[in-house]
């Protein structure tokens, strides 16, 4: 299989190509195609994997260099597997031909047009967050057009290919793509699916790989709420919502007063904090000394050209830098010298998300995951194919919003799974904001 990375200078590249190389992805694609459309960044990325060592004990062979497409193979892997020869290019053409499948992670505007949407925003009296309020919308503006280009450049180029969609805002720029590439899009955060295992290791409830049995999670992206989580048929939210000090062990739980919760009767989305608490929200970023896109800016510029220069130390490198800006999330929201908890911190975002569907579209097993996708059921078997499509997933939302909700994605692609209604109040928040 061959995959491409729109975004392929990106930091969080190292994370998909750590875990293509090794574990349950391991020779699931034989070659990664990095597109960017600056060089510089690429030759940093590569320089990274480059350094990275794999099971055996080595590190891939160097990558080619940022200029159309630029081939290297990768070393041995453990296990029989290998990991994936790397290319890299700077022309979408020529990075989309032969494609099977295409992640994409792309910020127009770089990190200079996050912090003119946080600063603007704030500037206003308004909340200046990346994917929530006025600075998401502006990002959105900003990101579509972008994301529509790359989707008609794949009918073209790549028409069987998939696109699973890193790039935020991921729900609006998943709906704006849907019209394009029909089923062929999935959106994918792991932010619902960090909540549902964080909330599950806190009340002891075992959850089978790549299954959410007896998980309710309804929502928009970035905006959303676990609702149920059953132990043995017995639905356990309840009691761990009742259970102030289970609460404080992970990220969600310390948001949120436990009264608060326990009222709410459902566990929010990390992004909530935006809503619930919009006010403390706004004052702690006004009090911060620079916003979290000016934080990033900063370390990445800094960071980059020591990258490409830093030979076999630039992986050790990029990994104090990724453990350093996972510490920076959700700053404004933790108190003062707080740190990020260490189970909050560890693997399994966005990159497993995304290769767990990619191995349930190349037909390695059906995974249940929650993803952003059309608010549409499947149409019950037998039913004929012009007939009306199935009810929505999430009641009262209309059939064609991208909602996030738990999924089932097999080859034929991600279809989701019916959820409850949401609480009167729940569902006026999610249709103001739709």
Known sequence: MRLMIAGGGGFRVPLVYRALASG???????????????????????????????????????????????????????????????????????????????????????????????KVAQDLGLLGQETTGAGGISYALRTIPEMLHL?????????????????????????????VLGRKVIGICDSAGGLVHRAARAAGVPLADGRLDGVGYYGLNHLGWLYRLESGGRDVLPELLADAQALQTFEEGRLFRQPFLAGLGALPNEYLYYYYQRDSAA????????????????????????LAAAGGEAFKLWDAARRSREEGYLAEARTHGEQRDEADLAGGGYERVALAVMRALAGAGDAQLILNTPNTLAVAPGTPAQSTPGGPAIPGLPADAVVEVPCVVTPDGAVPLRQSAPAPEQLALLRRVK
């Open 283 to 306: 004052a702690a970023m006004r009090a911060m000394p620079a916003t979290r896109g000016e934080s990033i800016h900063h370390q990445q510029a800094e960071l980059y050209p020591r």
């Open 151 to 179: 989707a008609r450049q794949m009918q073209e180029h790549c028409p069987d290919a998939w696109l699973i969609n890193f790039t935020n805002p991921a729900g609006m720029v998943t709906e704006a793509l849907v019209p």
């Open 24 to 118: 349950p992805f391991a020779g699931l694609v034989s070659e990664l195609v990095l597109f960017d459309v600056d060089p510089a960044r690429l030759e940093a990325i590569t320089a990274v994997l480059r350094a990275m060592p794999v099971p055996d004990g080595g590190a891939p062979e160097g990558a080619g260099a940022a200029a159309g497409a630029g081939a290297a193979a990768g070393a041995g892997a453990a296990a029989g597997a290998r990991p994936p020869v790397i290319r890299t290019a700077t022309s979408l053409p020529e990075a989309l031909a032969g494609t099977d499948l295409v992640f994409a992670a792309i910020r127009p505007g770089g990190t200079a047009g996050r912090i003119a949407d946080e």
